[in-house]
């Protein structure tokens, strides 16, 4: 993009697009580069002299094809589909009512153009993206304004596993479906390069952007099983999705959705976009679930099993599936060749659980995933009382009060759901769901999902029907609902204790299903009046965690059972990693005794995490807690201090420094952090603290365009320790380069305050700089004057013929008439930006 509206659709000359001598040689497939030569006129000409047949036309659409096509998206994705069996009915179709993905689809900001769906082994990640992708192109089909393209990674096709492949994939669907998307400059481009100008990731990526900035359609990609491309292509394209978006002008055309298994190298790169695990999503549980009885009732039908072993061998599935669809197509293959029931179990029982089953790429020492009981719980469906009019009489009934004709509907016989009863207790009037428990008390005390839901909304007075009912065997169904009723459970799990105690087994599982959704008073209860049959282990203790009273149920579990043991490192950090209860939960392991508890470094890296810090309001109360009252069993070492100083700041330090003052060193990487995050002020009072000299390090500066309160400011200061010549890196001026306005501060400071510093640039980094949109202009103008000007002088390793090369670069775009402009620009900008202070 260049300088100026005259520069921004000019073609470049005939001599720098078809010359490798040219002061910028087309490395890309692009020919639109920031500073075009002004030869026009003789573009044009050469153009005319080049004027094609149809027939010939033709000809290069094919090789354009053939050379660029590696594999067909749509045989992997039917292949996956293949593969993985039909999709359950109604399953993944709640995506597309989440607040992330209609973000996605209409993008407000940088941040919303890149969704990240993460998800362990087996949480259906290629069935979302396979549903994503058939869903998009189908409803674009008729959309003049959007078009999708997919591609699906796999680590064993050398087609489908680098950044050559993905881009490929993507544009040849692309093309293929928008013909007049492939336009005549593109085509002459390869016409002239021929198949080498799809050799570089980096060439296709800028090819994808162009397409997408000059389509008439807003392209959305579905990419998925990225953590499958080997790791080169993974972080091309990290980096390349990384600079697209949050570069000065982001593409607006242009919009991707990801699945991935979660990786902090992933993260690295899109952390700052959207993203969402599938695994926080209970409609996503809710979905295997539907896989496990459509897969459960399509075996118990062959092999004619009653209706009680069916249930029973539907449990095992829930308890050991762990939500993994690979467990459970592999044990549902599995069972088909057996002939009772009884037989099912005892295979199930002897399989390893969900968490544990073996993969191709990770680890069997993977962090396990608790089991939650059936997806009983609120649905997409239950918040849209538009959509359940539609659904049948009787919930239209319920919506709209008629309580006569509800009754009338359920004597003819209509059927009723789960969600029948739900939507008389949320919605109906008085009387509603008295009607539908007395009126269909032998149904729903013979359905398993009916007992729940009804647990779920009614009374205690009206589940005593249920519970006394002669056919009534679903107590464990209707346990897990009692403890979502938060009016009337505690009374409903009286009464079901009271009646069918012996049917229920308080075994791990099922405290772990009641942990993760009752009332501390619930749990209070049942660990007072049947605490000899329940045993609080880790797994429980973590499902309380993730109660949203998560402290109060951690109390509770502490008052009956302290003694047992099951407060760990593991479960520690997971309940400092919520940010909102943090000083709840602490204030908790700071009340244990020492002998039950242990401040880990980990533990003190997960109490000063914070996922998404506000630089306006730093927040170390909870590491103040800790070390005032616990100071003697926490260790600070360097590690822990950078990473407080990068989430809490400088006030963090100054809370290690008035408790642990004797243990913290101010090292050399504890300033290069600190340049970061700390003020002109905060960052002296550093120095001061440091045993030994220090220097002004590459990473040292590269932090400071990350400082984006400070970082102009605090380079003055930082200038006062220099010593000798400062010596800019390429990968330090390509941060200042990137840093926008401020990075143009900075350069400024540096640049014209110490005349005798030195860049260490070579000539690709230049010309990479020059076409590479992220960069902003007015720093890169700068630069040029600075090199050119004498301001700034190149490192001494640049020598000889390379040295003349490189030179001669800079005086050619020192000298262009955009370049100066742009610099008085970008100079006129910073002084209404000082003023304006």
Same mark, same amino acid.
């Given at each position: 993009?260049?300088?100026?509206?005259?520069?921004?659709?000019?073609?470049?000359?005939?001599?720098?697009?078809?010359?490798?001598?040219?002061?910028?040689?087309?490395?890309?497939?692009?020919?639109?580069?920031?500073?075009?030569?002004?030869?026009?006129?003789?573009?044009?000409?050469?153009?005319?002299?080049?004027?094609?047949?149809?027939?010939?036309?033709?000809?290069?659409?094919?090789?354009?094809?053939?050379?660029?096509?590696?594999?067909?998206?749509?045989?992997? $994705?039917?292949?996956?589909?293949?593969?993985?069996?039909?999709?359950?009915?109604?399953?993944?179709?709640?995506?597309?009512?989440?607040?992330?993905?209609?973000?996605?689809?209409?993008?407000?900001?940088?941040?919303?153009?890149?969704?990240?769906?993460?998800?362990?082994?087996?949480?259906?990640?290629?069935?979302?993206?396979?549903?994503?992708?058939?869903?998009?192109?189908?409803?674009?089909?008729?959309?003049?304004?959007?078009?999708?393209?997919?591609?699906?990674?796999?680590?064993?096709?050398?087609?489908?596993?680098?950044?050559?492949?993905?881009?490929?994939?993507?544009?040849?669907?692309?093309?293929?479906?928008?013909?007049?998307?492939?336009?005549?400059?593109?085509?002459?481009?390869?016409?002239?390069?021929?198949?080498?100008?799809?050799?570089?990731?980096?060439?296709?990526?800028?090819?994808?952007?162009?397409?997408?900035?000059?389509?008439?359609?807003?392209?959305?990609?579905?990419?998925?099983?990225?953590?499958?491309?080997?790791?080169?292509?993974?972080?091309?394209?990290?980096?390349?999705?990384?600079?697209?978006?949050?570069?000065?002008?982001?593409?607006?055309?242009?919009?991707?959705?990801?699945?991935?298994?979660?990786?902090?190298?992933?993260?690295?790169?899109?952390?700052?976009?959207?993203?969402?695990?599938?695994?926080?999503?209970?409609?996503?549980?809710?979905?295997?679930?539907?896989?496990?009885?459509?897969?459960?009732?399509?075996?118990?039908?062959?092999?004619?099993?009653?209706?009680?072993?069916?249930?029973?061998?539907?449990?095992?599935?829930?308890?050991?599936?762990?939500?993994?669809?690979?467990?459970?197509?592999?044990?549902?293959?599995?069972?088909?060749?057996?002939?009772?029931?009884?037989?099912?179990?005892?295979?199930?029982?002897?399989?390893?659980?969900?968490?544990?089953?073996?993969?191709?790429?990770?680890?069997?020492?993977?962090?396990?995933?608790?089991?939650?009981?059936?997806?009983?719980?609120?649905?997409?469906?239950?918040?849209?009382?538009?959509?359940?009019?539609?659904?049948?009489?009787?919930?239209?009934?319920?919506?709209?009060?008629?309580?006569?004709?509800?009754?009338?509907?359920?004597?003819?016989?209509?059927?009723?759901?789960?969600?029948?009863?739900?939507?008389?207790?949320?919605?109906?009037?008085?009387?509603?769901?008295?009607?539908?428990?007395?009126?269909?008390?032998?149904?729903?005390?013979?359905?398993?999902?009916?007992?729940?839901?009804?647990?779920?909304?009614?009374?205690?007075?009206?589940?005593?029907?249920?519970?006394?009912?002669?056919?009534?065997?679903?107590?464990?169904?209707?346990?897990?609902?009692?403890?979502?009723?938060?009016?009337?459970?505690?009374?409903?799990?009286?009464?079901?204790?009271?009646?069918?105690?012996?049917?229920?087994?308080?075994?791990?599982?099922?405290?772990?299903?009641?942990?993760?959704?009752?009332?501390?008073?619930?749990?209070?209860?049942?660990?007072?009046?049947?605490?000899?049959?329940?045993?609080?282990?880790?797994?429980?203790?973590?499902?309380?965690?993730?109660?949203?009273?998560?402290?109060?149920?951690?109390?509770?579990?502490?008052?009956?059972?302290?003694?047992?043991?099951?407060?760990?490192?593991?479960?520690?950090?997971?309940?400092?990693?919520?940010?909102?209860?943090?000083?709840?939960?602490?204030?908790?392991?700071?009340?244990?005794?020492?002998?039950?508890?242990?401040?880990?470094?980990?533990?003190?890296?997960?109490?000063?995490?914070?996922?998404?810090?506000?630089?306006?309001?730093?927040?170390?109360?909870?590491?103040?807690?800790?070390?005032?009252?616990?100071?003697?069993?926490?260790?600070?070492?360097?590690?822990?201090?950078?990473?407080?100083?990068?989430?809490?700041?400088?006030?963090?330090?100054?809370?290690?420094?008035?408790?642990?003052?004797?243990?913290?060193?101010?090292?050399?990487?504890?300033?290069?952090?600190?340049?970061?995050?700390?003020?002109?002020?905060?960052?002296?009072?550093?120095?001061?603290?440091?045993?030994?000299?220090?220097?002004?390090?590459?990473?040292?500066?590269?932090?400071?365009?990350?400082?984006?309160?400070?970082?102009?400011?605090?380079?003055?200061?930082?200038?006062?320790?220099?010593?000798?010549?400062?010596?800019?890196?390429?990968?330090?001026?390509?941060?200042?380069?990137?840093?926008?306005?401020?990075?143009?501060?900075?350069?400024?400071?540096?640049?014209?305050?110490?005349?005798?510093?030195?860049?260490?640039?070579?000539?690709?980094?230049?010309?990479?700089?020059?076409?590479?949109?992220?960069?902003?202009?007015?720093?890169?103008?700068?630069?040029?004057?600075?090199?050119?000007?004498?301001?700034? $002088?190149?490192?001494?390793?640049?020598?000889?013929?390379?040295?003349?090369?490189?030179?001669?670069?800079?005086?050619?775009?020192?000298?262009?008439?955009?370049?100066?402009?742009?610099?008085?620009?970008?100079?006129?900008?910073?002084?209404?930006?000082?003023?304006?202070?």
């Amino acid at each position: 993009m260049g300088f100026s509206s005259a520069s921004n659709d000019s073609p470049r000359s005939s001599m720098s697009r078809l010359s490798d001598e040219s002061p910028l040689s087309p490395d890309s497939f692009l020919g639109h580069y920031p500073w075009p030569s002004t030869s026009t006129v003789a573009h044009k000409r050469y153009e005319s002299r080049h004027i094609l047949s149809d027939a010939d036309k033709k000809k290069q659409i094919e090789a354009f094809y053939r050379d660029l096509i590696w594999s067909d998206p749509s045989i992997a $994705k039917d292949a996956l589909r293949t593969q993985q069996g039909p999709r359950a009915p109604k399953t993944c179709e709640w995506i597309m009512g989440v607040q992330e993905v209609k973000n996605w689809l209409k993008p407000e900001t940088e941040n919303q153009h890149v969704l990240w769906l993460s998800g362990n082994h087996g949480r259906g990640k290629s069935t979302m993206a396979v549903y994503l992708a058939e869903k998009l192109t189908n409803d674009f089909a008729t959309d003049p304004a959007n078009t999708c393209a997919y591609f699906f990674c796999g680590s064993k096709d050398v087609l489908r596993n680098s950044a050559q492949g993905v881009l490929r994939g993507l544009l040849s669907q692309i093309f293929q479906n928008h013909p007049h998307l492939l336009s005549d400059r593109i085509r002459r481009r390869h016409a002239y390069r021929g198949a080498r100008v799809f050799e570089k990731a980096q060439a296709l990526w800028n090819l994808l952007v162009e397409v997408a900035f000059r389509s008439d359609r807003h392209i959305f990609c579905v990419i998925d099983g990225l953590d499958e491309c080997d790791a080169d292509s993974r972080t091309i394209l990290l980096e390349l999705i990384e600079e697209t978006f949050h570069g000065e002008k982001p593409v607006k055309n242009l919009s991707l959705v990801i699945t991935s298994r979660p990786s902090s190298k992933i993260y690295e790169y899109l952390g700052e976009f959207t993203h969402r695990d599938l695994d926080s999503f209970s409609q996503s549980k809710n979905d295997v679930e539907v896989f496990i009885n459509q897969r459960v009732r399509h075996i118990a039908s062959k092999r004619g099993w009653s209706g009680t072993s069916t249930t029973q061998v539907k449990r095992v599935f829930q308890a050991k599936s762990e939500y993994n669809y690979h467990w459970v197509r592999y044990a549902s293959e599995s069972i088909c060749k057996l002939r009772s029931a009884e037989d099912a179990i005892k295979f199930l029982k002897g399989l390893p659980n969900g968490s544990e089953y073996p993969t191709n790429s990770t680890s069997l020492n993977q962090k396990r995933e608790n089991v939650e009981h059936l997806g009983f719980g609120n649905t997409d469906e239950d918040r849209e009382k538009h959509h359940a009019r539609l659904k049948s009489p009787v919930v239209s009934a319920i919506l709209t009060g008629r309580v006569e004709m509800l009754a009338f509907l359920l004597k003819k016989g209509e059927s009723i759901t789960p969600y029948t009863i739900r939507a008389a207790a949320k919605w109906g009037c008085v009387g509603m769901l008295q009607t539908i428990m007395t009126l269909r008390q032998d149904e729903i005390s013979r359905d398993q999902d009916l007992s729940c839901a009804a647990a779920e909304c009614a009374t205690a007075e009206m589940m005593n029907l249920i519970f006394r009912h002669r056919e009534f065997r679903w107590s464990d169904a209707a346990m897990t609902g009692a403890t979502r009723n938060e009016k009337y459970g505690l009374d409903i799990l009286r009464l079901l204790l009271k009646l069918h105690g012996n049917d229920i087994e308080l075994d791990e599982w099922m405290m772990g299903n009641i942990a993760s959704a009752c009332h501390p008073k619930t749990m209070d209860y049942l660990l007072t009046e049947h605490g000899r049959r329940i045993q609080i282990t880790t797994a429980v203790a973590e499902r309380a965690i993730e109660n949203r009273h998560g402290p109060a149920m951690l109390r509770v579990l502490l008052k009956h059972r302290a003694h047992e043991g099951f407060i760990d490192e593991e479960l520690m950090i997971l309940a400092l990693a919520n940010t909102h209860s943090r000083p709840d939960f602490m204030a908790i392991f700071l009340e244990m005794p020492r002998s039950q508890v242990l401040f880990t470094k980990e533990v003190v890296l997960a109490a000063i995490a914070l996922p998404e810090k506000d630089s306006d309001d730093w927040a170390p109360e909870v590491l103040e807690m800790l070390l005032k009252n616990r100071a003697d069993d926490v260790d600070i070492d360097e590690e822990i201090a950078i990473e407080v100083l990068w989430e809490l700041g400088y006030p963090g330090l100054q809370v290690i420094f008035e408790h642990k003052s004797d243990s913290v060193r101010v090292t050399q990487s504890l300033l290069d952090a600190a340049a970061g995050v700390c003020s002109a002020k905060e960052f002296p009072r550093l120095v001061e603290r440091a045993e030994d000299d220090f220097k002004i390090t590459q990473n040292m500066l590269i932090n400071t365009t990350l400082n984006v309160r400070h970082g102009d400011r605090l380079l003055p200061v930082m200038q006062r320790y220099l010593k000798g010549t400062l010596s800019i890196g390429q990968d330090a001026v390509e941060a200042f380069l990137k840093a926008g306005q401020n990075g143009f501060k900075s350069l400024l400071v540096l640049l014209l305050r110490d005349r005798g510093c030195r860049a260490n640039l070579t000539r690709g980094a230049l010309r990479s700089w020059i076409r590479d949109e992220q960069v902003y202009r007015g720093s890169l103008a700068f630069l040029f004057v600075a090199l050119h000007s004498g301001w700034c $002088k190149l490192s001494d390793e640049v020598t000889g013929s390379r040295c003349e090369r490189l030179e001669a670069l800079i005086k050619h775009y020192a000298e262009l008439d955009d370049v100066r402009q742009t610099f008085a620009e970008a100079m006129e900008r910073s002084k209404k930006e000082m003023r304006g202070r």
